[in-house]
């Protein structure tokens, strides 16, 4: 059967999107993520009091609880709400006058493996929060067989979330993560269930250096992978794509 497509339209008053709101916490994680920014800024050198304007942009900021929790923080003077949309414009604008802006990946990721001695799965970290894509230079990471008489690598990327009071700043022009603790942060896998597999043949044993991978990060965030087997001086994938990061 075809499917098709169904519209609901409901509505909501100023009251009842402010209660939804708050009983999904936004308000809190709204001050969280302010109180995150105004670190980022005095860890550069430029205090609270020393913020002369605020723009609000997004359709977001035209909610009225929104625009009174940010002005509680800087001042009702010094917020501007008047051009929450042309203000993306007006950006983008700035480009074509020169201003070059490089794109950075908030996460880190890294690629799972088999850890004997606690006999548990574990990320080997292959690209940092504040990585700049297109990648310069590839990672290179170089892979073991886990058991004997192993037929194949499984290649699972996972995405390290950012572990408590780790933030990702901005340092001249790049991105810098304050912390990045692979052994305690959460990571979600991306591609499990639907994994890249690098065959062995012949097979692979535990304790021997059997594939040098190529990580790179390209123009639309695919993580792309090459693969060279050390024992046969095969390519046995070249420049295949595995997931999108973020």
Known sequence: ??????????????????ELLERHDFYLK????????????????????????????????????????????????????????EAVAHGALMLLKGLKLDDFLYHGYGVRYWDAR?????????????????SADPIELVLRASRPSQPAIELIIGEFEASPGAEVVFDGRRLVSTALDAEHARVVPLNEGHAQLAPLDPPGYPGVDRLKAHFRVDERRQLRL???????????????PLVELR
């Not at 497509?5 to 402010?18: P, V």
């Not at 090459?226 to 295949?240: A, F, K, M, P, S």
């Open 30 to 85: 709204l001050q969280s993520a302010l109180d995150a920014l105004l670190r980022q800024s005095e860890s550069r050198g430029v205090r609270r009091e020393q913020i002369e304007q605020v723009l609000l942009v997004g359709g977001t900021t035209l909610i009225p609880s929104v625009q009174r929790a940010i002005r509680q923080n800087f001042g009702a003077q010094k917020v501007r709400a008047h051009a929450p949309f």
């Open 118 to 134: 606690q006999q548990r799965h574990r990320y080997e970290p292959i690209v940092s929060p504040g990585h700049a894509y297109p």
């Open 1 to 18: 059967s075809q499917s098709r497509l169904k519209t609901f339209q409901t509505l909501y008053s100023r009251d009842a999107l402010e």
């Open 226 to 240: 090459t693969i060279h087997d050390l024992e046969t001086n095969r390519c046995l994938l070249d420049d295949v």
